[in-house]
């Protein structure tokens, strides 16, 4: 078996040829910075979450410094709230990708795919953090007028609709994991191509911890 | 000096450009992709040239990278597997055919590479490369005994699956 996969890698070696062209080319791209290693999508992903923090911040400094007295405080709890956890999440992104960027690949196999797979794994902490901002969009637009005019059959369905959105933030807080990678609404969340590599690596730190457990061999 | 480190690295790939070749055949079987993935370990190796540590051996570190980089490949490329093109005919053996030619062999082992995992594919790969256990732990970072429970294990899988393909 040896034999026979060395002498057609012989043959292969003659097919794929590496130039000294190619190599040449290599050694004329520059010490790649954090920033051109990142893909457009993680460019835009960092800036719309930068522009998103940033507006949101100025907007509520503005209202607190100057409108503090006409302004709802549903409004500046839930905006306060759900820029809070966005800047979280953005700070968790970056961190991530500048880590990434510098782990060493010259380092052993498992360590270095673990720590790689545990990065990349860990989007899924910034996806659960971003679905608890889900019940502050059901109360930023509240102030004390609707509570005190306004009909009781509409306070019931608002209190109904914002428990609803609370129970599913937090239900989907605990339940996105992966034991839960092959449930149907799990697949259906993450069914985006961009989320298989993030998939893919759960999978991979599994089939890691199982690598690097010694186990008692007897031979078939 | 920029000159002088530029020729280094022409030189390394050029005297060991066997061991990428052989890490892209083992991870990806699409010949674009092995392609595009030489590429990208051609491009790490020249981004970590400088931190290498010559208290290993020059193929140690080579093979980490390479198979480094090809596992993260593949996570990426993960949809790309679905259109494979084989280098080798990967269909099994016609019924009555006693005898296995070579060519069929290379296809079966090509097979059952290409259903291990990630890590497995590793193993498999530098013990056909005839690898010590100690040279295998320590590009994959797990101890000698594990190596050698590893590649036993490994070794039962590859007979058994010879040995049932012989009697179909």
């Known amino acids: 078996m040896k034999e026979l996969w060395q002498s057609s890698n012989t043959k292969l070696e003659e097919v794929i040829t590496i130039t000294r062209k190619n190599t040449e080319d290599i050694t004329r791209l520059k010490v790649n910075h954090f920033l051109s290693s990142m893909k457009p999508l993680k460019i835009f992903t960092v800036l719309a979450g930068f522009i998103w ?23 500046l709890l839930s905006a306060g709230v759900q820029i809070l956890l966005t800047a979280i999440a953005l700070i968790i992104y970056i961190y991530q990708l500048i880590v990434i960027y510098q782990v060493d690949m010259g ?60 129970y599913l933030s937090i ?13 149907k609404w799990f697949r259906l969340l993450f069914a985006g191509k961009e989320w298989t590599p993030i998939i893919k690596s759960l999978e991979l ?16 | 000096m920029q000159q002088q480190e530029n020729q280094k690295f022409q030189e390394l790939i050029e ?36 931190k290498y540590d010559d208290t290993f051996k020059i193929s140690t570190w080579l093979y980490r990278i390479s198979i480094n980089v090809a ?8 949809l790309r597997k679905f259109r494979n093109i084989p280098l080798h ?20 082992l090509e097979k059952f590479i290409n259903e291990l995992k990630e890590l497995d594919k590793a193993l498999l790969l530098l ?42």
């Open chain 1, 53 to 75: 923090v940033g507006f949101g911040t100025v907007i509520l400094i503005n209202i607190i410094t100057f409108h503090f007295s006409q302004a709802s405080l549903f409004f």
């Open chain 1, 107 to 166: 380092g052993s196999v498992v360590a270095t795919q673990e720590k790689l797979s545990l990065l990349k794994s860990s989007t899924i902490w910034i996806a659960r953090i971003l679905f608890l901002q889900l019940p502050l969009w059901t109360t930023f637009y509240l102030n004390e007028s609707i509570f005190s005019n306004g009909q009781t059959f509409l306070h019931i369905i608002q209190a109904i609709v914002t428990f609803a959105f609370a």
């Open chain 1, 205 to 220: 730190y599994r089939e890691i911890e199982e690598f690097k457990k010694e186990k008692v061999y007897f031979p078939a």
């Open chain 1, 171 to 183: 239900w989907l807080f605990f339940n996105i994991k992966y034991e839960n990678k092959d449930k």
């Open chain 2, 15 to 50: 005297q060991h450009k066997g061991i990428l070749i052989k890490v892209a055949r083992t991870y990806c079987q699409d010949p674009e992709d092995r392609q595009d993935l030489i590429q990208e370990i051609m491009i790490r190796v020249w981004q970590s040239f400088h």
């Open chain 2, 71 to 78: 596992i993260s490949f593949y996570r990426k490329n993960v």
């Open chain 2, 89 to 108: 005919n990967q269909e099994e053996p016609a019924e009555g055919v006693e005898m296995y030619d070579t060519e069929q062999q290379l296809n079966l």
């Open chain 2, 127 to 168: 013990y056909l490369e005839e690898k010590s256990h100690a040279e295998i732990a320590d590009i994959l970072g797990i101890s000698t005994g594990n190596v050698g429970t590893k590649v036993g294990r490994i070794k039962d899988k590859l007979k058994y699956r010879f040995s049932k393909n012989k009697n179909n």
